[in-house]
């Protein structure tokens, strides 16, 4: 009788710690989900703030934007500083430069680059491996080594003073920003149409088909995942290129809207409302493809970091 | 038989090697030979002549680079571009990889934080620079004033050389820790749960889970990161400029980085064999730690595979 007291004691103290370890382990797992998402939600904070920041300034009339301390809520948006921002600056018509822009570096780059990437992937050659290295070093060609060169040849060729220096290079595969490139654009398409299926392209040239038939008819059409993630990354650092139009670019009515927006910061350093309000419209683009097209841009950012 | 002629066929195919490649390959050919050979063939020319751009090119041997080593100028935009090197590619390593284990775990919220965290990403460096210039601005600007607000001291931020260097960093980290935060998390996402359930029977807490499981296999990210970091800040440019396109380097050259020099010898200066110097000793560096990287990840870079 007395054993079986203690027993069930002993038994009932065990289950007791028992629940009571469940219980510690479940706070402690509840806790540490709180702390992780406290740290979460301040760490957004702190990366959304300047863009909401951008947004209410833009709104901001010519005495709220002097205040101090700054008001985070204009007391009387002026929704007139848009139309006020973009007569101020013509900004259609740089709107209009980048927008031929980023559509020549979009189909040079597609052309060239698919091409290429064609030819270094499906076609056998003596030499490719050597040639494919060539392409690959060029990603880390550091701009600032070939802009003095491509400055003065293309002044000898006649071409500052228009739009040319900034339509031509993405047809030789040669766009280059500190962001993307063509020669990034190459690798990405090429690792892919490795992956193809060999049969499949065997098939074509057993049925005839030739290498334009089959970069036409095979291969482009099982590869619109990664020709999407490439038009979107050439789009987008062609849209928001900067120093590439700050070298070739020197006739004002050839300016595109990085430079124009530089250049209208530069003479009204303190017209912050009008500067916000450009540089919304601006970037309007690049929100709807983030939007749009998050997963293909996210996805071409994390295979050129895991490409090693 | 069919298998001979296929073979042959095949063969056959192939057989044009070269030429049937050529076409293919033309547009890249032009232009690595147009845009690339070429103007780095004139870039290493012209950094032993004397040229303003005006006047044909004048031979001068090793006097640009002599002129460079007792510049003073040149040697604060190297260790400037160090200092931001430094400083930057490690704050934005550590915390693209922290918000990375931080967000590790999938989930609705999770989902919205990262696209939060990676937003910046896609606005335009004018926008951006733009944007902080305001905020960092010290009399009427954000930080300041949430600053004042707390009773905490105010800075200058980019009017003070002492803070110039690190409020442009804060612009560049802003905009660029999302990205770095996506290609670690598409590598944590490759590494086997596995891993980490036998670490957890063998009792390893989650700090030498880290240690001796997620940080090896990371290595050879952290390696391409780190690479990416020093080819991005050894010439960095953009955002300098915009931040005082009227006054390259201001206040008092504490923001005068290598590239904004070499486009100022160029463009401001016209001393394009100067700037040609600079551009050589620029490619040299790359190469050195493209051929550092590359050695390092044939030593390392195979642990993690």
Redesign the interface.
């Known amino acids: 009788m007395a054993v079986t007291t203690q027993e069930t004691e002993a038994r009932s103290g065990q289950a007791a710690r028992a629940a009571r370890d469940a219980a510690v382990r479940r706070w402690r797992g509840r806790l540490a989900r709180i702390a ?2 406290t ?3 301040v ?2 904070v702190i ?5 909401f ?2 947004l209410t ?1 833009s709104l901001k009339s010519n005495a709220d ?6 008001s985070l809520w204009p007391a009387d948006p002026q929704w007139s500083n848009y139309p006020r921002a973009l007569t101020y600056i013509p900004f259609w018509r740089y709107l209009g430069n980048s927008a031929i822009v980023s559509a020549c570096t979009v189909l040079g780059t597609l ?3 698919v ?2 990437a ?2 270094f992937s499906i ?6 491996e050597a ?1 494919f290295a ?2 690959l ?2 990603i ?14 293309f ?1 000898h060729l006649g071409w500052i003073g228009s739009l040319t220096p900034l339509l031509v ?1 993405p ?4 766009f280059v920003t ?1 962001y993307f490139s ?1 020669a990034l654009a ?1 690798f990405l398409l090429r690792q892919f149409f490795r992956s193809l299926p060999r049969s499949l392209i ?1 098939a074509a ?2 049925d005839g088909a030739g ?1 334009w038939t089959v ?1 036409r008819k095979v291969v482009i059409p099982l590869s619109r995942g990664p020709l999407i993630t490439v038009v979107i990354l050439t789009f ?1 650092t062609s ?2 290129a ?2 590439g139009p ?2 070739f670019i020197n006739n004002q009515s050839d300016f595109t ?2 430079l124009g ?2 250049q209208y ?2 003479s009204h350093f303190t017209a ?1 409302n009008y ?2 309000a450009a ?2 419209v ?2 309007i683009p ?2 709807i ?2 939007v749009v097209a ?1 997963r293909h ?2 996805r071409g ?8 | 038989m069919t298998q001979t002629s296929a073979r042959s066929r095949r063969s056959a195919v192939r057989g044009r090697g070269v030429l049937a490649a050529l076409p293919f390959l033309s547009p890249w050919a032009v232009g690595v030979i147009c845009l690339v050979a070429i103007p780095l063939g004139l870039c290493v020319y012209w950094s032993f002549t004397n040229y303003n751009l005006l006047t044909p090119p004048q031979w001068t041997g090793m006097s640009n680079y002599r002129a460079l080593f007792h510049d003073p100028v040149f040697w604060l935009s190297v260790r400037n571009t160090f200092y931001i090197t430094l400083i930057g590619g490690t704050a934005g390593i550590l915390m693209g990889l922290g918000t990375a284990l931080l967000l590790n775990k999938p989930g609705r919220a999770v989902t919205f934080y990262r696209s939060a965290i990676f937003i910046p990403a896609v606005v335009p460096v004018v926008s951006m620079v733009i944007a902080w210039v305001w905020i960092l601005n010290p009399d009427y600007g954000l930080l300041n004033g949430v600053l004042h607000l707390l009773h905490l001291p105010t800075y200058g931020w980019l009017d003070d050389p002492a803070t110039a260097k690190l409020s442009l960093l804060m612009i560049i980290l802003w905009g660029s820790v999302g990205q770095i935060m996506i290609v670690f998390l598409a590598a944590l996402k490759e590494i086997p749960q596995d891993y980490y359930d036998a670490a957890a029977v063998d009792g390893a807490s989650a700090w030498s889970q880290f240690r001796h499981v997620t940080l090896p296999l990371l290595s050879p990210v952290i390696l391409y990161n780190v690479v990416i970091a020093l080819v991005f800040y050894t010439q960095m440019f953009e955002q300098a400029f915009v931040a005082s396109p009227l006054d390259l380097g201001a206040p008092v050259n504490s923001t005068l980085f290598y590239s904004l020099y070499l486009y100022q010898n160029a463009f401001t200066y016209l001393s394009m064999g100067k700037a040609a110097a600079m551009a050589c000793l620029l490619l040299v560096f790359s190469l050195l730690v493209v051929g550092g990287f590359f050695a390092l990840n044939r030593r390392y870079g195979h642990a993690g595979e």
Do not use: D
Not at chain 1, 123 to 128: A, K, L, N, P
């Open positions: 992780r998402h740290a979460a939600v760490i957004v990366f959304l703030v300047p863009l920041w951008m300034g934007i002097f205040k101090f301390p700054p052309v060239a680059c091409m290429a064609y030819a076609m056998r050659w003596r030499g490719r040639m060539v392409s070093g060029l880390l060609l550091p701009f600032p080594v070939v802009m003095i060169p491509l400055y003065v040849i002044r290079p047809f030789g595969a040669q500190p063509s190459i065997e040239r057993l290498n970069l987008l849209w928001t900067f120093i700050l070298i809207l990085s927006l530089e910061q530069s912050y500067l916000m540089s919304l601006f970037m690049t929100l493809l983030f998050q841009l996210i950012v994390a295979f050129s970091g895991l490409k090693n």
